[in-house]
Each structure stands twice: as structure tokens, then as C-alpha cells.
């Protein structure tokens, strides 16, 4: 996953392989905790957008990477 950040830091069209990747992840847990599919389509993209949005900032971490990361944006 580093490897694919790093690029998507660099170039945001680059963002698409992570997106595919934790898509079903992303909307399986929204899906979990929210009244509707609609309502899940809903807080999945914006967790990508907001994912997207702080992309540039994203540093790994030793104990958690990517994957937690886009998680702790889903959860908030």
C-alpha cells in the first residue's frame, strides 16, 4: 500500500488502485452502522473524498498504515 500512497501523494489520479482496493472494505463497515444502503453509498464516498483530501499529509506509521488510517476516517 506505501508504494501505491506514495504515487497517489504525488499524482491524485493515482488514488484510483486504493479506492478500488478498500471500496467494498469502506462500504461493508459503513454499511454495518447505517440505516440504508443509500445512506452507506453516501458516507463511503465521503470518506474517500475526505481520504483524498488528506492525502498529501498521510505519513506511515510503524503500528498502523493505510488501511487503519482510511478506517479512523470512517469511523469519525
Do not use: N
Request: glycine share 4%; hydrophobic share 50%.
Amino acid at each position: 500500500d506505501e508504494a501505491a500512497v506514495a504515487r497517489a501523494q504525488r499524482d491524485p489520479a493515482a488514488f484510483a488502485p486504493l479506492y478500488e482496493r478498500y471500496l467494498p472494505a469502506v462500504y461493508g463497515y459503513c454499511r454495518l452502522r447505517l440505516d440504508s444502503a443509500e445512506a452507506a453509498e453516501d458516507a463511503t464516498a465521503a470518506v474517500f473524498a475526505k481520504a483524498l483530501a488528506a492525502l498529501p499529509g498521510y505519513r506511515p506509521r510503524r503500528e498502523a498504515g493505510f488501511r487503519a488510517w482510511l478506517f479512523t476516517i470512517a469511523h469519525r
